[in-house]
């Protein structure tokens, strides 16, 4: 159980793209899913916090009109990078909860997105 | 400010013997910490995590061990295997909101067939 699917896996675009990226719940509910993002031999960064059927909560330095998020439902949250530059290649991996605060995130695969 | 270190970005091991991965942090506020273990190209798979109240977890080859006093934690995987050749990622949970983790930099394992 507590499976997170991430797609797509790899984008490839061309510099002033939007790109969205989904993490679906597939066999439970999530009330709360959190974006992350990785750059090469670096840490898991916390982008922001989704919460379903309210405003996700962005950490400090995050661009909230750069970055949207959507998280319509109890199963999937979007995040789409808006007008994408170079400097917005990475890696973002989304997370989800399943239950409690004291339960473990569970993570997605991640997408490598390459702005060219 | 990175307030969890895995100061140690590789390790190898020998198969069948013991690894230790070690993490550090600098907020007395974290309650609960956890490990991860990623392959290249997928997400972090959650290991085992660790309670502040306690100093122990085990389960199965995997035991984590926390010392609040030192403000460290470690994994012990024994005995290692080669399919444990991964990075490792130690969080802790901000105990307030959305108890969101914070990460350590990882470190990378590799057993020795």
């Known amino acids: 159980g507590a499976v997170v699917s991430q797609h797509p896996s790899r984008v490839i675009c061309k510099s002033g793209t939007s790109v969205k990226i989904e993490c679906r719940s597939l066999d439970f509910q999530a009330t709360t899913m959190f974006w992350y993002r990785q750059f090469p031999k670096q840490s898991l960064m916390l982008m922001a916090t989704?919460?379903?059927?309210?405003?996700?909560?962005?950490e400090q330095g995050v661009e909230k009109d750069k970055f949207l998020i959507n998280h319509a439902s109890l199963t999937l949250s979007t995040l789409t990078v808006t007008s994408a530059h170079p400097e917005d290649s990475s890696f973002y991996i989304c997370s989800a909860r399943n239950g409690a605060d004291n339960q473990p995130q569970h993570f997605g695969d991640g997408t490598r997105l390459s702005i060219l | 400010d990175q307030q969890v270190k895995q100061n140690s970005p590789s390790l190898s091991v020998q198969e069948g013997r013991i690894s230790i991965l070690n993490c550090d942090y600098t907020n007395s506020m974290f309650d609960y910490f956890l490990w991860y273990k990623k392959y290249p190209a997928e997400g972090p798979t959650f290991l085992i995590s660790i309670s502040s109240i306690k100093d122990k977890n085990e389960d199965g080859r995997f035991t984590v061990f926390l010392n609040k006093s030192a403000k460290h934690l470690s994994l012990h995987i024994v005995p290692s295997q080669p399919g444990d050749s991964a990075v490792y990622f130690c969080a802790a949970s901000v105990p307030s909101g959305t108890y969101k983790y914070i990460f350590g930099t990882g470190t990378r394992l590799k057993v020795l067939a």
């Open positions: 989704s919460n379903e059927g309210s405003k996700a909560t962005y």
